[in-house]
């Protein structure tokens, strides 16, 4: 793993993108990457939203009755397996320790160290960044965040945060991050190329460099980062997003974990305390026990060196990931782009915590399929609005930008890096409104609607109702639809309806709400990550679909016509595992899926579940699996 070294942390200058890399490496990637090639990448990117018309998808359903979706649905129940609808079958593409660099060693629980995790795969596998090599449908790169880690899963005799040896703190450290590896796919099944030069390990602490309003902030000055314009890693990525130029977006989440000492005596103690950053004699991880960088007592401003999207290009291992500030610091979650009608490149972002918020980003300039140069401005300089709800179905985006309404010194606001550093506190002002957990945002390629998961929010008392968040104690989540007007997504006002109610229709409590049709099997609770097919289906995972004798998954529905938000059941997890990630390859003949932290709850000497191995000399394993049709359909269809 890397070490912390003068070269690593004070490595402070405006760094290029990227630095020279060898000349073999850049021949190759001249060679695969042509101009015209770009524009192909763009094309093939699942995750960028290109819209049909829905006149055609119209057409294609008028004669059909019923569901579109033909799979028989998996059983309730649980148990230590993956279920997955008959007809089809899950395969391990690459699981925690997997190798992954040429140095890597082969995984063995009992003697693990530092050295090997930095070159294997990482822990509790998130969003997957899935980006085929131009004009090669046989070539992926697949960018797999690593969102936290679980000593009680990973170290024989489940040691706690507390007492866990320098080496362990240290392999935890280097299992966080993210891992790119290049597919290849052979005989119609992907595998895992170990070795790629493509391949590439990022952890905490790989070098990287913030760009936008904030960068260089006095705020963002430490002792490993002497102009604020260098950063050092990325940790608690969760979700994240494809760009149409072909790199990745991670999304840092839950960075209120991972901070040792006072957080309420220094200079940031009211930014700490907004995000949730605690002071406490046994926080989650115990990094700053070893490492000064995460105790707040000697380093008060780390925390503000995360919780941004940061941009990794898949296809140059020696590249420098950008932390976009332009984008706003919260617990990202969501990150998608769309390319709205007149060039202008839109995110959708959420705030993942319980009365956070929806936010939009809409760029300056336009993109340009043959302009790389271009295109990598669009994340600089750019508008980013926080969501209103109202309860009449308008939904206002109100821009968060220095000086406009509440934004000004008056609220300790003295510069656009303060309205971005301190972006709840700037929504909070403008009047958002807090909903129940955004998790993933995702515009439909084929209605052009834009489908928010909302995980739940059991803390949502009844005086605290609306009709954007229609349920107090809101145990199981909902789903929110979001249309631009004229399919103009950076327009000022949006309209808003629920899409379901989730949760068991046989309770009385939260009442959930589905159109008539749903299959015992069907109903589900907590909507996390979502994506769609290229019919406009959506297909989402679950987080917390764990009550006795359930489990979390994976489940499908129209989002048009008669079977409009039937949802039906196409994955089951074994027992302590949530779905992540999920993902289609561009032929639509895979479907991607991360299964994060199998056996939680349980401990490494005798967990819940050994799966994927089954190997009673291995803890289970989070994991990618890749599913096919047995016929090697189009999944779904
Ligand atoms: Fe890491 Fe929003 O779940
Ligand atoms: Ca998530
Ligand atoms: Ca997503
Ligand atoms: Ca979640």
């Known amino acids: 793993m890397r070490k912390q070294s003068s070269r690593d942390c004070c490595s402070d200058d405006r760094a290029s993108d990227r630095v020279r890399i060898n000349p073999a490496l850049e021949r190759i990637i001249a060679q695969r ?139 935890e450290i280097a299992a966080h991050g993210a891992s ?14 170990r070795g790629s030069i493509f391949n590439r390990r990022i952890s905490p602490w790989t070098p990287m460099r913030f760009d936008g309003p904030a960068a260089g902030s006095a705020r963002l000055h430490t002792p490993y980062s002497k102009s604020g314009y260098a950063s050092q890693g990325t940790y608690a990525n969760c979700g994240g997003g494809l760009t149409p130029w072909g790199t990745v977006l991670s999304a840092e989440e839950n960075i209120h974990f991972y901070f040792y000492g006072s ?24 990094w700053g026990r070893f490492y000064e960088r995460w105790n707040l007592d ?28 332009a984008l706003g610091r919260f617990k990202h979650e969501a990150c998608s782009l769309h390319i709205n009608r007149d060039g202008r490149l839109v995110v959708f972002l959420g705030d993942d ?32 609005s926080v969501a209103e709800f109202k309860d009449d179905g308008a939904l206002i985006w109100h821009p968060l930008e220095y000086g406009r309404g509440p934004l000004t010194a008056t609220n300790g606001f003295h510069c656009q890096a303060d309205v971005l550093i301190d972006t709840r506190k700037a929504a909070d002002l403008v009047g958002a409104t ?51 007007p004229d399919k103009d997504y950076a327009f000022s006002e949006f309209r808003w309806e629920i899409f379901l109610l989730a949760g068991d229709p046989d309770e009385r409590e939260p009442a959930s709400r589905y159109p008539a049709g749903l299959a015992r099997e ?22 917390g679909n764990q009550e006795p004798g359930e489990a979390d998954g994976v489940w499908a529905c129209d989002t048009d016509g008669p079977a409009r938000a039937i949802t039906r059941r196409f994955i089951r ?3 302590g595992a949530e779905a992540t990630g999920p993902c289609f390859s561009p032929d639509h003949q895979t479907f991607f899926l991360s299964v994060q932290h199998p056996g939680d709850g349980s401990s490494f000497d005798d967990p819940s579940t050994r799966w994927p191995d089954f190997d009673s000399a291995l803890p289970p394993r989070p994991a990618v699996i890749a599913v096919y049709r047995d016929d090697n359909g189009v999944v779904g269809s």
């Open 263 to 286: 957080a309420e005596a220094g200079v940031e103690a009211e930014n700490h305390s907004r995000l949730g950053i605690q002071s406490t004699e046994d926080p989650r991880f115990h």
């Open 353 to 384: 915590q319980y009365f956070e918020y929806i936010y939009r980003y809409v760029s300056n300039g336009c993109f340009k399929p043959n302009d790389c140069e271009n295109n990598r401005q669009l994340l600089r300089v750019g508008v980013l």
């Open 33 to 171: 990457f042509s101009r015209r090639d770009i524009l192909k990448l763009a094309a093939g990117l699942g995750g960028l939203t290109l819209l049909r018309p829905v006149a055609a998808m119209s057409r294609d359903r008028a004669e059909i009755s019923g569901s579109t979706l033909t799979f028989p649905e998996v059983r309730r129940g649980a148990d230590a397996n993956l279920h997955v609808a008959e007809g089809y079958r899950a395969e391990v593409l690459i699981r925690w320790g997997d190798p992954i660099l040429s140095e890597s060693m082969p995984f063995d629980p009992l003697r693990q160290s530092a050295a090997s995790q930095s070159a294997s795969f990482g822990y509790n596998n998130d969003f997957l960044g899935f980006v085929p090599f131009p004009g090669q449908d046989h070539r992926a790169m697949l960018l797999v965040n690593h969102e936290f880690t679980q000593g009680a899963m990973m170290f024989p005799g489940s040691p706690a945060a507390k007492d866990l040896s320098k080496e362990q703190v240290d392999i």
């Open 298 to 325: 000697k380093n008060p401003r780390e925390p503000l060196h995360v919780g941004w999207i940061v941009e990794i290009d898949p296809f140059d291992p020696e590249s420098i990931p950008v932390k976009h500030t």
């Open 522 to 543: 069907g109903w589900f609770q907590n909507p996390d990550n979502c994506t769609f097919d290229r019919e406009g289906r959506l297909w989402l995972a679950t987080d």
């Open 573 to 575: 997890l074994p027992f």
């Open 434 to 484: 807090p909903m129940d957990r955004p998790e993933d945002v995702e515009v439909n390629p084929m209605s052009g609607e834009v489908f928010v998961m909302l995980t739940k929010n059991p803390k949502r008392g009844a005086s605290q109702v609306n009709r954007a968040n229609p349920r107090a104690g809101n145990t199981a989540g909902h789903i929110v639809t979001l249309k631009a």
């Open 180 to 193: 790119l590896v290049e597919l290849e796919r052979e005989s119609g099944r992907w595998k895992v190329c």
